[in-house]
């Protein structure tokens, strides 16, 4: 027998040969994808508007039924790609959301996912089906709870199923992990100055951050290098660009 290979029970190939799954009723299982990115106005997410039922003429968060063969984080991956033509961006699972009247056809358990993406990417990509509504929230710090978008009009679009409470969670985890991970450096240019970088914390957490002490704490965390040059074709004095290079550069 090969390396790796266990070997077959015949008693367990007689078991799954006559097993009927559909003896038991189970949930439909599907992905949703938090997709944010930053505008001068705040945090924005990419919405796409529903032409069928249910919810028909609502916002919903792009999402779709997982494959039979499909891992959770290809079909979270295949949605992404197919709804907002975006590849190689920061995507992580987020929560399972599976309330049993969250969908009216039937029960379905959504995984979520939240991305993390630069503006620049989406002018590249195909968005012209997408809405990226502006993000509202009413809670402070990590309390969380569902959220309202706002549309162009500066009114309140109407949310799909239970995804006001999705996007509000994916607020609560980008904002409870901006002190540990990159998640600030996910929305930036390759490139930035800590102005850039302070701008960014701020819109994450809605709330005004101290100039002096953002600087010193970034600048002594080892994970920003300079990269030796300044602004360009700015109206004020240049400020220094920086780049991120992780942890791993602590010394």
Request: net charge positive.
């Amino acid at each position: 027998m090969s390396a790796g290979r266990q070997k077959v029970d015949p008693s367990e190939q007689a078991f799954l040969a006559g097993y009927d799954a559909s003896e038991f009723p189970h949930p439909s299982l599907a992905v949703d994808v938090v997709l944010l990115t930053v505008s001068e106005d705040g945090l924005r997410v990419a919405l796409v508007r529903r032409d069928e039922h249910p919810c028909l003429g609502c916002w919903a968060l792009p999402g779709g039924f997982v494959g039979m063969k499909e891992s959770l984080d290809a079909a979270a991956a295949r949605v992404l790609a197919a709804k907002a033509r975006l590849k190689g961006v920061f995507l992580e699972q987020l929560y399972t959301f599976g309330a049993p009247a969250r969908d009216p056809r039937t029960r379905v358990v959504s995984v979520a996912y939240y991305a993390l993406v630069h503006p620049g990417r989406l002018t590249v990509a195909d968005v012209a089906e997408l809405q990226l509504g502006r993000v509202q929230v009413p809670w402070s710090g990590e309390t969380g709870g569902p959220v309202a978008v706002l549309g162009a009009d500066g009114e309140a679009l109407r949310l799909a199923f239970d995804h006001a409470e999705v996007i509000g969670m994916a607020i609560k985890r980008i904002r409870g992990k901006l002190d540990y991970a990159p998640i600030g450096f996910q929305l930036l240019p390759p490139t930035f100055t800590l102005r850039d970088l302070q701008a960014i914390h701020e819109v994450i957490l809605g709330r005004p951050l101290n100039k002096d002490s953002f600087r010193r704490r970034m600048l002594a965390s080892g994970e920003l290098q300079p990269t030796g040059e300044r602004e360009q074709t700015v109206g004020h004095r240049p400020a220094e660009l920086y780049h991120y290079v992780g942890r791993s550069a602590r010394r």
